[in-house]
């Protein structure tokens, strides 16, 4: 049993293969945390370990603990702390009772474990089933506002992983307002981790950073209503001394694709709390008698093989558990998307060119990007009015799908479903069904207004408008862009008092819609894109097996926001297409996109013979290694940030019988024999170098690594090496 409470010490423990996570019920029914860390049998002796020999009066307590010297809440560690009683941290939740105060209390009262994960009202989240998780359930109560917890832990027999979420439930006879509800909150005894996270901008996404913790708060956070270019809903703690494959790690990511707060805030006695969830400064939902409330799920992972290992974790995780649909193991179509071959500029006679061209490549999948509908010919009109235009494309989409089918391919088609042009029929028609704030200019992001995905009957007319298309035509793939963030928030359809809720109500109707799609249209690959990774979160996978992770495909570029998205998300999720970005050629600009979905983002025509040759047979590489780079292990070798020269990554098959390695030479090195270990391997097996017909044992590859010689000579910035090894029988 992963989860076991053990009545007589009144600790619940919670085990994953390799670690193990504990509370313990203390005296007055406080839910206080005591471990987080690797896998250990017995925590009872840790319990009589929590006194922190702070004593002075400054520290408030309990009058019931008053004799309890360990005991306050300035220092106790908890599993669900409010402010108000003694505890100053960083609170997980904070009620407005109906007299106006935030104090805010939660005791245990009761639990209940069983096999298997519910699912979250309204929310994605990592699903399981019986055998492949166990949940706890603990249920706490607020005794003054009756705001009862239900406080869930999913921990999964083959992960070290562990899902957290909260449901709130107003059982008492007046209305409430909860003005913060985070997903987790996790005490540390130490401070001695360093923070990291990932920042960015539309077009240079997912930069990490790495800092020590600190006496004070840390935080990132979005307040742009979607995720966001800016941070990801992601976070990790490395011990001092741990790095890429050694030490301990844990990883915290968020299952949402809306505002959210990431804090940490070292106490005055250097212990750390990490809070995750909703953002509270956007955030405010009045609770009446009988409503719950539910959050978005945050999971926790636990490494001891550094970064690389939780990365590992949650890509298995993600993959096995988030992902889901027909296609989240579904072989996916190497696709060509016209976006940056022809922007605007197409019309059905040169989409069905491309079609043939690519097909002779072997291409399996056009995708018509924006443009299609209504009057869009530029980007200052026409989102909302999801109609063919047939007068630019020369024919009806079911010709054009007919003429691209023929080619040999698929079809996929672009929407960007919550966008609403002031220049469009549907403005026309509703112009309050736009999000806007009453007295005030509505600003624009790229000529568009955002629309009120609160509002059921907006959604509606959106899921009618894209079932139209969908329903009629043989289309095999949708995506789904969002080009803007939210501005003047507010909800023509929502109370004064109810406004606070806009933001978390807008992400909850995007999820309603996408769902509704999703069940619809089974048979459709679901890529979401925001002008690049703009939206690239767990909430969104959970949808979407893939996203695209950003406009730039400049590959030198892309490798740091891909490694940066790799800590989190798998690669089989990051949208990663060769253009005709000149910064490299086409043999590096294919081997950085193969760490990644795979697909191309140009006009095929103008290829000459040597590219078209190349890309044949990057199409073969893309089948042949298509299981070993989904389904196999990420090990970052060497990142670009750290290591001027040259950027490195492997995949290894789960049987480890496969590995692929690829080495990117960003600025041709001085030093001409560079000796790097590859990782993962078996070291008692040998491998043969396909490339150069060398053999040698998983031990020497792993210990003294593959001997590469970069000839300073024969060598451009920009160069790649790819190597591939089978185990021999
Ligand atoms: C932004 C996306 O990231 C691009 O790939 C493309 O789809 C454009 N939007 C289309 O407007």
Redesign the pocket.
Known sequence: MPITFDASSHIFKLDTPSSSYAFMLFSENYLVHLYYGPKVPDIAPLAALMDRGSYDSFSPRNPALITDRSFSLDFTPQEFPGPGCGDYRIPAVEVRSPAGDTVTDFRYVSHKIYPGKPALEGLPATFAQEGEAETLEVEALDPVTGVKAHLLYTVFAQHDAIARSVRLENTGVRPVDLERVMSLCLDLPTMDYDLIHVYGRWAKENTTTRTPLRHGCQSFASRRGMTSHSYNPFAALLRQGAGEEQGEAIGVGLIYSGNFSFEVEVDHLGCPRLAAGIEPSTFCWRLEPGESFQSPEAVMVFSQQGLGGMSRTFHRLYNQHLIHGEWAHKKRPLLI?S??AAYFDFDAAKLVEFAQEAGKLGIEMLVM???WFGERCD?HRALGDWQVNEEKLGCSLSELIAGVNQAGLKFGI?Y?PEMISPDSDLYRAHPDWAIATSGRVNSQGRYQYVLDMTRKEVRDNIFEQMAGVLGSHKIDYV?W?C?RNITEAASAALPPERQGEFFHRYVLGVYDLMERVTKAFPHILLEN????GGRFDAGMLYYSPQI?TS?NTDPIERLSIQFGASLCYPVSSMGAHVSANPRAGIATKGAVAMMGTFGY?LDPRKLTEEEREAVKSQAAAYHKDYELIREGDLYRLTDSAENRNFCDWEFVSPDKERALFTRIIVRRPDLVFQTLRLRGLDPEKLYLEEETGRICSGALLMSAGPGLCVNPWATKDGDCIVRHYTAQP
């Open positions: 998307n976006w940056e990007d924006d443009g980007d672009w960007e995506k862009d080009n894109c925001s002008g690049g695209w406009d983002e």
